[in-house]
């Protein structure tokens, strides 16, 4: 699913554009709003509107909302997107939810990153955060059914894109970096095994080892057995529903 967009334009009459807005249905009040907008249009619907003025260097006009959780019908969304031009995504998050117990499975990506991780009271993983919030691309796992104090099992994956001016959405590969498969699955002694999960879980213990202790434990990450991965990787199931999500993206920037 589509968890959050971001929408940078600009206004094609500013002044008409935002007294048609004080108008619709939609629109609560202005209260003020961080550097570079001078304003934030508040919503019934929960859309948030930041304007700038046009001497502004960014594009007056950014728009956020969770396309998951909104009915359109009604709302400002699709007047604010008609009188914008010069329409681009600076933010695209995808999601993919799981009804199985994410806890017990590595998490991997093609290049290193940043990794922080919360444990509940049971030592049992809650949220993993992978990369970081303002670089090109951001993952998080967590257990969503904790998070919203819900009974049962909900994991969900997502992975947070802040695009650059020139980058398209159809250029993004959501998931493809990711490796997702359970510690048991690794076919080496079981004290290897242990060192390996600590390795995995804490990057910087590989500047504590031997030099041949290194060498070792790097031959065996490059011939770990990834036979057992997760089985519905999200990016399968990402591009398995791919058509809808890229004709809503598609239409948005009509």
Known sequence: IVDR???LGDFKNLEK?????SHHNDYLDIVNSAFPYNYRIRTASGIH????????????VRIEWNPAKLDTNGTLLPLLLAMMK???????????????????????TDRPRK????????????TLYLGTRKSSDFYRIYN???????????????????????????MLRPFADLTIWKPSD????????????????????????TDFARRKYKRMVSNLDY???????PSDLFLAGYQPIADYLTKILE
């Not at 930041?50 to 960014?58: F, L, R």
């Not at 990794?115 to 809650?126: D, G, M, Q, T, Y």
């Not at 969503?144 to 159809?170: M, S, V």
């Not at 036979?227 to 990787?233: A, V």
């Open 5 to 7: 967009i971001t929408v």
């Open 17 to 21: 554009n935002t007294h048609e807005i």
């Open 49 to 60: 509107v930041q304007v700038a003025n046009p001497e502004s260097p960014v594009q007056n």
């Open 86 to 108: 010069n329409k681009r995504f600076s933010r695209i998050d995808y999601a993919i939810d799981y009804a199985i117990d994410l806890s017990e499975y590595q998490f991997k």
């Open 115 to 126: 990794r922080v991780k919360f444990i509940s009271a049971a030592v049992k993983l809650e």
């Open 144 to 170: 969503k059914a904790a998070e919203q104090e819900q009974d049962g099992t909900l994991w969900r994956i997502e992975q947070q894109f802040n695009l650059e001016k020139n980058t398209e959405f159809w």
């Open 186 to 209: 690794m076919t080496v002694h079981y004290v290897d095994g242990l060192i390996l999960k600590d390795l995995h879980a804490n990057p910087e213990n590989w500047a504590r080892l």
């Open 227 to 233: 036979t057992s991965q997760l089985e519905n990787h």
